[in-house]
RNA sequence: GCCGGGAUGGCGGAAUUGGUAUACGCGCUAGUCUUAGGAACUAGUGGGGCAACCCUUGGGAGUUCGAGUCUCCCUCCCGGCACCA
């Protein structure tokens, strides 16, 4: 009886997979396909830590899975290879970045290869292989032609440490993402990829993706969609008849515009002046700055004169560079007002609907709108305040109110409601409070739909002078005083937030941002504030405009290590394409004199150095020309990297060209689109939404067959170091996935990361908790000297692991997956036997997780083919079934008894045998039942 | 500040989505076998109580026959965004 030695069965395994081609895929398969992919590595010096392969080892669970459910699965692998921290230990070290890349590649393929992980390694890309890039320049080559790849001289985030320009992505609280270093701006001609064309797709086609929802939030986020409007105001005080141009998303609120701000530069553009005011995008300093133009605009709704400012809060890259401030509703605009004492004008009223079922407005009854006071009321001595309670709605909580009687002012209004309905007299006005809100109810007594527009006033008592209240009144409510802080606690939601906000000053002097009905609108009143958006719109003459905050994608990277963008800058013909045949443009080999190819502080590419390879002749004009010498980012490569795995050999390599690009269309259909694609949250908005946006611009071209890449996105959580710390070369605390193979095996290794938590939480690697999943995999391996002949043993605890694990396995809950093994071990351990077809099940529903023992073990039972191309094992319903089934007996809730009925059993039955089961019997005696209620084949609560 | 996600034994975490809270694993305790064990196996293991029972899913209220799960308020932790009009 051998016992189970990991290191012989692994590294055996390994190798026949590789010789059958276990895990290659077909491009001309009749099968399914079923396409599965991670985000290719960064192959860095540190090598792999045992972080890394948690996803690959979740996406092998669900490919090994689909390919024993009879799919042509493409699961493949490759290396992200050009970067930064490469050049830079290149350079340091005085080697060639192909050099150091090579052995990184080498480092991570052997470590990533004895994880047993089934990727096709016959598809293995590499992002710095001339082969592959060459293709990368010819879709930038497509960017151009089509005039999406274009230059732009702009200030750029400059990296001063990496000497790099950096992507708005690729700046962190304004620091570099890669070295933390605090960004600076330059002014630089960039190569830019005008993502912005396609926002509105990237945007929308999001409704017709399987990511999941924190991800496509994310994306659209970043996007940033807005609808609003643009809407000119005439301005005075220039010499001549101006106008100014806003966006806004709230056109409902142009009553309330009492000033417009408009962006330094809008303003100097406009004046000539500067104003000495500057857009900061330091996040710490948001003080609001701004001067007064002097010039005044109309506001084309009211018809007021309004006084223009410069601010820094208004940028002139996004919308039109200009705003109308409406203080009561924009937070930005109110602290702007505040400062600097310009008027605050409510222009929008929320509107509550009554909690009372009683009072919710109903059909068929006349509608009325009314105004009304509500009235905030302080005792004569104590810091205590009236309240009202009704008699037969005792869950309305209110305060004195009421309607404006024709005639009267919002005063006498409030002091005649606190007389009629607590009888004091001596009220004394101090001041009103907040702005208008609306309450909407049926009003039971004069059966109709009221819409009360209240204001608040607040009175204090002089005296407890009271004269006699009205019988009526006195059988309606109840008065009480209640302590300021009670207050909150007592009003009904309605009148919460309304009193609460403006008066007892728990939540700070606001703006209302929400929408509600129009007040101080002219002939907007009362209007709901979606619908004046449109009218309003119309009314001034403006129009409906969608704006977003995504920018186009700064493309260019002033550095050695990258692809060499393609262009060649004539002075005769200006920028011209590198004709196809001549790609790629390859990086110049660094031999001899070449060997300086450090960034520079100037921001000029070190290739620009390389005379021998700058000075080119024009492909049009053959005079002299030189090469653009920027290089790619290193999201070039990875944005159609899941293409190339779909390629054949013969068309990757071959030379890059439209036919020969159309060639591997018939591939791509073969594979497209990816089915499941797992990958860092981290590259949300980067690397995802970027190759879809290069997907959705070959698509145009009909250069791929699907308008988005990845039908399914989910992502994993990181693994952290034992400390809670993240892992990393510098801490020292990286665990190095070898160490664990070695001892423990690859097996182990994988059960673990896939048992440790949910697959989508970070966590903390634990040495300790290892052994757990080891010792399963020796109890599964001895398992295999019980096997008893010709007998069934377990059938039902298999079948019900067979659905358990199905399931778990398609939601990545591979933690459960697992202990759903583990209980069906316990259980069979019981009984110390195992039937071999039990067996064999169990091991095909292990293999995915475990794919080298569950292979030794399988060809130990005799088997010849590989059990990672056996068949998915199916489960009957039939013999998952119970008999009898065990139900909870509860009183008023708790757990009382356990009794076990046929699982078709009738309600009146059971609960026959609950009322009369002993340990019942005893909470019973001596009271009546009030209600029984069953929950079929679970529990029986007893209500007593 | 805004938007997401979360808080369950000593620890990692389960909970069929409103129906037996603490599955599974680690650790711990006791025992068996061992020259020995930081191995393996067996049993036990949320807290309190002699017990019947009682308490327990960050804190507080609520809805419900029934709440870890739903609603409201609060505290803390982790991610993302940051003057986007």
């Not at 669900?62 to 490759?78: D, T």
Request: net charge positive; hydrophobic share 35%.
């Amino acid at each position: 009886m051998k016992s189970y030695d990991h290191k012989k069965i692994e590294k055996k395994w390994q190798t026949f997979w590789d010789k059958k081609k276990t895990y290659q895929a077909s491009n001309k398969s009749k099968k399914p396909k079923y396409y599965s992919l991670i985000e290719f590595p960064y192959p860095s010096g540190d090598g792999l830590h045992v972080g890394h392969p948690r996803p690959y080892i979740g996406m092998d669970v669900i490919s090994r899975k689909k390919r024993m459910q009879g799919f042509n699965v493409l699961y493949p692998i490759g290396w992200d290879a050009f970067g930064l921290p490469t050049e830079n230990y290149a350079i340091k070290t005085g080697k060639d970045p192909r050099v150091v890349t090579k052995a990184n590649t080498d480092t991570f393929r052997r470590q990533i290869k004895s994880l047993g992980i089934s990727f096709d390694w016959s598809r293995e890309i590499n992002t710095t292989d001339t082969k592959y890039y060459k293709w990368t320049q010819w879709i930038f080559l497509q960017f151009f032609k089509k005039g999406l790849a274009y230059k732009k001289r702009m200030m750029i985030n400059w990296c001063p440490k990496d000497k790099i320009g950096l992507a708005n992505e690729e700046v962190i609280n304004g620091a570099c993402e890669r070295c933390g270093t605090t960004v600076e701006k330059k002014e630089k001609e960039q190569w830019m990829l005008a993502i912005t064309k396609y926002a509105e797709r990237l945007y929308k086609d999001l409704d017709d993706v399987d990511y999941l929802p924190q991800i496509k939030l994310g994306q659209r986020n970043w996007i940033g969609k807005s609808e609003g409007a643009e809407i000119e105001f005439e301005i005075s005080g220039l010499g001549h008849p101006n106008r100014i141009k806003v966006f806004t998303t709230r056109p409902d609120t142009i009553f309330g515009a009492t000033f417009l701000a408009i962006a330094p530069e809008v303003a100097k553009k406009l004046t000539g002046k500067d104003f000495g005011i500057k857009v900061d995008t330091d996040r710490e300093n948001k003080e609001k700055i701004g001067a007064d133009t002097g010039l005044t605009a109309k506001n084309p709704a009211s018809g007021e004169m309004i006084p223009v400012f410069v601010v820094n809060y208004v940028s002139a890259d996004y919308g039109t560079g200009a705003i109308m401030g409406v203080p009561a509703h924009d937070d930005r605009d109110f602290e702007f007002a505040k400062k600097f004492n310009l008027p605050i004008k409510q222009v929008v009223a929320a509107v509550s609907k009554s909690t009372v079922p009683q009072e919710t407005p109903r059909d068929g009854v006349p509608h009325v709108d009314r105004d009304a006071v509500m009235c905030i009321v302080k005792h004569w001595e104590k810091d205590e305040y009236l309240c009202l309670q009704w008699r037969n709605h005792p869950s309305i909580h209110s305060m004195v109110s009421g309607g404006i009687e024709k005639g009267e002012d919002l005063i006498e209004t409030g002091k005649r409601e606190i007389q009629e309905e607590a009888g004091y007299t001596s009220a004394k006005f101090v001041r009103q409070i907040g702005g208008f809100s609306f309450i909407y109810f049926y009003h039971q007594m004069k059966n109709n739909n009221t819409l009360a527009r209240f204001r608040y006033l607040y009175f204090e008592l002089q005296n407890g002078e009271q004269v006699p209240i009205s019988k009526e009144e006195n059988d309606k409510l109840i008065t009480f005083w209640k302590k300021k802080d009670e207050v909150y606690e007592f009003l009904s939601i309605v009148e919460r937030d309304l009193v609460w906000n403006g008066f007892l000053g728990k939540i700070k002097e606001a703006t209302y941002t929400g929408g509600g009905l129009l007040v101080n609108s002219g002939k907007f009143d009362r209007m709901e504030s979606e619908k004046a958006k449109k009218e309003i719109i119309n009314f001034v003459g403006g129009k409906e405009k969608v704006t977003f905050k995504l920018r186009d994608w700064i493309f260019s990277r002033q550095r050695y290590w990258g692809e060499p963008i393609p262009v060649i800058n004539c002075g005769e013909c200006g920028l011209v394409p590198v004709p196809e045949k001549d790609l790629p443009v390859e990086l110049p080999k660094l031999t001899g004199k070449m060997k300086n190819y450090q960034p520079t502080d100037t921001g000029e590419s070190p290739l620009a150095h390389i005379e021998k390879w700058v000075n080119v002749k024009c492909p049009s004009c053959k005079g002299k020309a030189k090469r653009e010498t920027d290089t790619m980012p290193n999201w070039a490569g990875s944005s159609w990297y899941y293409l190339a795995y779909c390629m054949s050999k013969k068309g990757f390599s071959g030379s890059a060209s439209f036919e020969n690009w159309k060639l591997q269309i018939e591939n791509f259909r073969h594979f497209m689109p990816v089915d499941w694609y797992n990958g860092g949250n981290e590259h949300t908005t980067l690397h995802l939404l970027y190759s879809r946006f290069w997907h959705k611009f070959l698509f145009d071209l009909k250069l791929v067959p699907t308008s988005e890449p990845y039908m399914k996105r989910t992502s994993h959580g990181l693994i952290l170091a034992e400390n809670g710390e993240k892992m990393s070369k510098s801490r020292g605390n990286v665990i190095n996935p070898d160490d664990i193979v070695k001892r423990y095996g690859a097996d182990t290794l994988r059960l673990y990361e896939m048992f440790m938590g949910p697959f989508d939480q970070t966590i903390a690697w634990s040495e300790e908790a290892l052994i757990g999943p080891r010792r399963f995999l020796e109890r599964v391996y001895n398992l295999q000297y019980k096997i008893k002949k010709n007998k069934k043993y377990s059938e039902f605890e298999v079948e019900k692991t067979i659905k358990k694990v199905s399931f778990d396995i398609e939601n990545m809950k591979f933690n459960t997956a697992i202990s759903t093994f583990m209980i069906f071990l316990n259980e069979v351990g019981k009984l110390d036997f195992i039937s071999r077809d039990v067996y064999e099940k169990f091991l095909q529903l292990l293999s995915p997780f475990a794919p080298h023992i569950t292979e030794e073990i399988w060809f130990n039972l005799g088997n010849k083919n590989s059990i990672h191309l056996s068949i998915w094992p199916s489960f009957d319903e039939n013999l998952i079934k119970d008999e009898e089934i065990k139900v909870v007996v509860q009183i008023n809730g708790k757990v009382r008894a356990e009794m076990m009925i046929g699982v078709e059993e009738k309600e009146e039955e059971v609960k026959n045998k609950a009322c009369k089961n002993s340990g019942i019997l005893k909470y019973l005696a001596g009271k009546d039942i009030k209600k029984v209620i069953y929950v079929k084949n679970r529990l029986i609560n007893i209500v007593l």
